[in-house]
């Protein structure tokens, strides 16, 4: 079993920044496939980005390309999202998940842990 805790989230105007980290209980963390989600009002949860076991390998919606970044610190038992440039439309309730596979990484249904998720607001 996987424990997953979220956190950095918060409220920001437009073209602001967050890093959102998230930290796993087991050391074995480099085995799994970390992804990132969100989940806006009345709205489907989304893939928002993807990052291999060894952090070799990086995947990114297109959505935020070019403003988010995902990493990992296996020794630390952590990953984080930074966030730069954020808009309102990427306000929703961000969650960490881990996979213990390496495909359909994009997939909510791959993943076996999630967090509970941290709300992030972006205001105009």
């Known amino acids: 079993q996987v424990q997953l805790v979220e956190s950095g989230g918060g409220l920001v105007q437009a073209g602001g920044s967050l890093s959102l980290s998230c930290v796993a209980s087991r050391r074995t963390f480099g085995i799994y496939t970390m992804g990132w989600f969100r989940q806006a009002p009345g709205k489907e949860r989304e893939f928002v980005a993807a990052?291999?076991?060894?952090?070799?390998?990086?995947s990114l919606a297109d959505s935020v390309k070019g403003r988010f970044t995902v990493s990992r610190d296996n020794a630390k038992n952590t990953v984080t999202l930074q966030m730069n440039n954020l808009k309102p439309e990427d306000t929703a309730v961000y969650y960490c998940?881990?996979?213990?596979?390496?495909?359909?990484?994009?997939?909510?249904?791959?993943?076996?842990?999630w967090g509970q998720g941290t709300q992030v607001t972006v205001s105009s």
């Open positions: 998940a881990a996979s213990p596979r390496s495909d359909n990484y994009a997939a909510t249904r791959t993943y076996d842990y």
């Open positions: 990052i291999s076991r060894n952090g070799g390998l990086t």
